[in-house]
């Protein structure tokens, strides 16, 4: 399957087509560096024996008999049991060789060959054959859950010739799978194999993310599993919670190991403190211990307080309670122990002001918007007055009838309004609304209160 780095216009996965070296999860899956590619080697001839890459990892020695000239990442059809496969080259080179003797592989007639690179046509039969992948795997889940069978099926590959079909899955115990096999092969009208794998095999196949972040170890590196004892928990000073231990395949995680022989060669400085110190305060016992810093941490038994011990000086408590001396206290051999407090929450305080830094400036934007607002409708208030009351003298009251036109009565010739000047003023409360004016006769509110 096609990382996501690339799309089709109807919104189908394509791959981005960079042969597995675009540093997606999707491309770089046990993908591997060959560092001799540009050296010059001693012999002139080509190791012949390629390694070909299959789904999810699965990786198998073929011998290059035509002499093809490949390229990593080159799709090739190779021999199978019955028929023939599509894979990629994932190495070539003497670094096969190396392989070869790493995994203790033979270099003998057995090893498979390859036929060709593979065309196009064939490309698009082996698309074909994979999307049938993902059903038959849904499918064959139903008729294990029909048959109560004790096992956990997690992948399927079909072979690209579409005549086999591999089943992955994972049991505690022995499977009878008998009635099973004949009835997924009457469904798919293929050679059906069942292929028992171990839970660390099954995350690596499937991937997925750890809780660090990055994809697994097993599925993008990984290949030799070794066994994870919870004695490294122990001697990392790691808090035995199963839960936090545990990886998704639910082992121990892997990365366990990764640290323990500098965990171990640090604890060869660490006394070991089977006994509490005796001093004449009372007994302290040991509560933690910083293995690196060499800082061993005390506390007497009906106090709260922890004491900060340097490792030379706990082992000098001991030869004096082995002599049958005991020393003042732990209070003046206390050590002072620097703990880089405002480092360690630096990126949540940082994240903290940053809200809050946020909060503020949303205030301050608001608060200037709003006097912004008061200033302009002040400023409008007073530089724009009523036209209507300029020669009425002294209204000063906007217009709260809502009215924007000043021509109430829509003349438009001034001159025919000066033979009127002798008359009264209908409008005597200088109302610049006529027909919210309480004396004005047309006033429908006046009417009714006339009658």
């Keep these: 399957m096609g990382c996501a780095c690339g799309t089709k216009k109807d919104g189908k996965v394509s791959g981005c087509n960079n042969n597995g070296a675009c540093g997606t999860g999707g491309c770089n899956k046990m993908n591997v560096f060959d560092w001799l590619s540009n050296m010059d080697m001693p012999t002139e001839e080509r190791f012949e024996i390629a390694e070909i890459r299959f789904k999810n990892g699965r990786k198998d020695f073929y011998r290059n008999t035509d002499n093809?000239?490949?390229?990593?990442?080159?799709?090739?059809?190779?021999?199978?049991?019955?028929?023939?496969?599509?894979?990629?080259?994932?190495?070539?080179?003497?670094?096969?060789?190396?392989?070869?003797?790493?995994?203790?592989?033979?270099n003998d007639?057995?090893?498979?060959?390859?036929?060709?690179?593979?065309h196009a046509k064939d490309l698009e039969k082996h698309e074909e054959v994979k999307n049938r992948e993902l059903p038959s795997l849904y499918h064959a889940r139903e008729i294990i859950r029909k048959m109560n069978l004790s096992m956990k099926l997690s992948d399927v590959e079909f072979q690209a010739d579409n005549t086999k079909a591999v089943f992955y899955y994972s049991a505690d115990d022995r499977v009878d799978f008998r009635e099973l096999i004949k009835a997924l092969a009457t469904d798919f009208k293929v050679r059906v194999e069942m292929r028992q794998i171990s839970l660390r095999q099954e995350a690596g196949r499937l991937g997925g993310i750890g809780v660090c972040g990055r994809e697994?170890?097993?599925?993008?590196?990984?290949?030799?599993?070794?066994?994870?004892?919870?004695?490294?928990?122990?001697y990392q000073n790691l808090s035995l919670n199963p839960s936090k231990l545990s990886g998704q395949c639910g082992r121990l995680k892997c990365c366990l190991n990764y640290?323990?022989?500098?965990?171990?060669?640090?604890?060869?400085?660490?006394?070991?403190?089977?006994?509490?110190?005796v001093t004449e305060k009372g007994e302290a016992r040991l509560q933690k211990t910083d293995i690196f810093r060499k800082i061993m941490w005390f506390a007497y038994k009906e106090e709260n307080n922890w004491y900060a011990l340097n490792v030379?000086?706990?082992?000098?408590?001991?030869?004096?309670?082995?002599?049958?001396?005991?020393?003042?206290?732990?209070?003046?051999?206390?050590?002072?122990?620097?703990?880089?407090?405002a480092t360690l929450n630096s990126d949540l305080e940082n994240l903290d002001k940053k809200f809050q830094n946020k909060g503020r400036n949303k205030n301050r934007?608001?608060?200037?918007?709003?006097?912004?607002?008061?200033?302009?409708?002040?400023?409008?208030?007073?530089?724009?007055?009523?036209?209507?009351?300029?020669?009425?003298?002294?209204?000063?009251?906007?217009?709260?009838?809502?009215?924007?036109?000043?021509?109430?009565?829509?003349?438009?010739?001034?001159?025919?309004?000066?033979?009127?000047?002798?008359?009264?003023?209908?409008?005597?409360?200088?109302?610049?609304n006529p027909r919210n004016n309480p004396d004005n006769r047309n006033n429908p509110n006046n009417r009714n209160e006339n009658r």
Excluded at 218 to 228: G, M, R
Excluded at 259 to 277: C, N, R, S, W
């Design 68 to 106: 093809l000239a490949l390229h990593t990442g080159d799709a090739v059809v190779v021999e199978a049991m019955t028929g023939h496969h599509i894979g990629y080259v994932s190495m070539q080179g003497e670094l096969v060789r190396l392989q070869m003797q790493k995994k203790k592989v033979a």
């Design 109 to 118: 007639d057995e090893i498979k060959k390859i036929y060709r690179l593979a």
């Design 216 to 234: 697994l170890c097993c599925s993008t590196w990984l290949s030799d599993f070794k066994n994870v004892a919870t004695s490294a928990a122990r």
């Design 259 to 277: 640290e323990l022989e500098t965990y171990m060669d640090a604890l060869k400085f660490i006394p070991e403190v089977e006994t509490p110190l």
């Design 312 to 341: 030379d000086r706990v082992n000098e408590i001991l030869e004096l309670n082995r002599a049958g001396k005991k020393p003042a206290s732990l209070e003046l051999d206390q050590e002072e122990v620097k703990i880089p407090i």
């Design 365 to 432: 934007n608001q608060n200037r918007n709003r006097q912004g607002n008061k200033n302009q409708s002040q400023g409008q208030g007073q530089k724009s007055p009523n036209p209507n009351n300029s020669g009425q003298g002294g209204n000063k009251t906007p217009n709260q009838g809502g009215n924007k036109n000043p021509n109430q009565g829509g003349n438009k010739n001034p001159n025919q309004n000066r033979g009127n000047q002798n008359k009264p003023n209908p409008n005597p409360r200088n109302n610049p």
